[in-house]
T-cell receptor, first 113, second 111 residues
Framework: DQQVKQNSPSLSVQEGRISILNCDYT??????FLWYKKYPAEGPTFLIS?????DKNEDGRFTVFLNKSAKHLSLHIVPSQPGDSAVYFC????????????FGSGTQLTVLP | EADIYQTPRYLVIGTGKKITLECSQT?????MYWYQQDPGMELHLIHY???????EKGDLSSESTVSRIRTEHFPLTLESARPSHTSQYLC??????????FGEGSWLTVV
């Protein structure tokens, strides 16, 4: 049973437009959420996180929104750049747990010039 | 910026060989992890450590073993590699704020 789901395996966006990547989770114990970006043959790079006490966190071009009642989070990238083309993973964890960081299956974002 | 390093980055070895994937971090993090990821698939936790002399198996069964003799070092060993071990292995460590930082990964191909 996938506790963290990214239902869109791929997304294409024009350069300069907004990219919206979505993630759903089922485990009510999750209260800390993270987004990672991954290029081929490299390790995931941490992008941004959000705690369940907030519903929005912003860092430059990246904003993460959390809707706890819907168990849904999204990552907005504005404006999108060709260098943003990568696989994006969302991850979730109960903040008190040392071991449990559950990843989604990833969304391949392609930003077209 | 996370300081976590993995070697080798790429390795092709024959079946039956013993291999150790090295992982080091300079951030003093107690919690460290090994994940395995096949292309296009999710990351799966195979080992984790709370600190020195603490190691536990993760969610995905793995024939590999790990050790944690020093805080900064968390090597993963395969005693006898098989083609089914071909994958990307990602080492990570976790800060006190619950963020996990990854190394660049080790691509292992067993022929």
């Amino acid at each position: 049973d996938q506790q963290v789901k990214q239902n869109s395996p791929s997304l294409s966006v024009q350069e300069g437009r907004i990219s919206i990547l979505n993630c759903d989770y089922t485990n009510s114990m999750f209260d800390y959420f993270l987004w990672y970006k991954k290029y081929p043959a490299e390790g995931p790079t941490f992008l941004i996180s959000i705690s369940s006490i907030k519903d929005k966190n912003e860092d430059g071009r990246f904003t993460v929104f959390l809707n706890k009642s819907a168990k849904h989070l999204s990552l907005h990238i504005v404006p999108s750049q060709p260098g943003d083309s990568a696989v994006y993973f969302c991850a979730a964890t109960p903040s008190g747990s040392a071991r449990q960081l559950t990843f989604g299956s990833g969304t391949q974002l392609t930003v077209l010039p | 910026e996370a300081d976590i390093y993995q070697t080798p980055r790429y390795l092709v070895i024959g079946t039956g060989k013993k291999i150790t994937l090295e992982c080091s971090q300079t951030m003093g993090h107690d919690k460290m992890y090994w994940y395995q990821q096949d292309p296009g698939m999710e990351l799966h936790l195979i080992h984790y450590s709370y600190g020195v002399n603490s190691t536990e198996k993760g969610d995905l069964s793995s024939e590999s073993t790990v050790s944690r003799i020093r805080t900064e070092h968390f090597p993963l060993t395969l005693e006898s590699a098989r083609p089914s071990h071909t994958s990307q292995y990602l080492c990570a460590s976790r800060d006190l704020g619950n963020t996990i930082y990854f190394g660049e990964g080790s691509w292992l191909t067993v022929v």
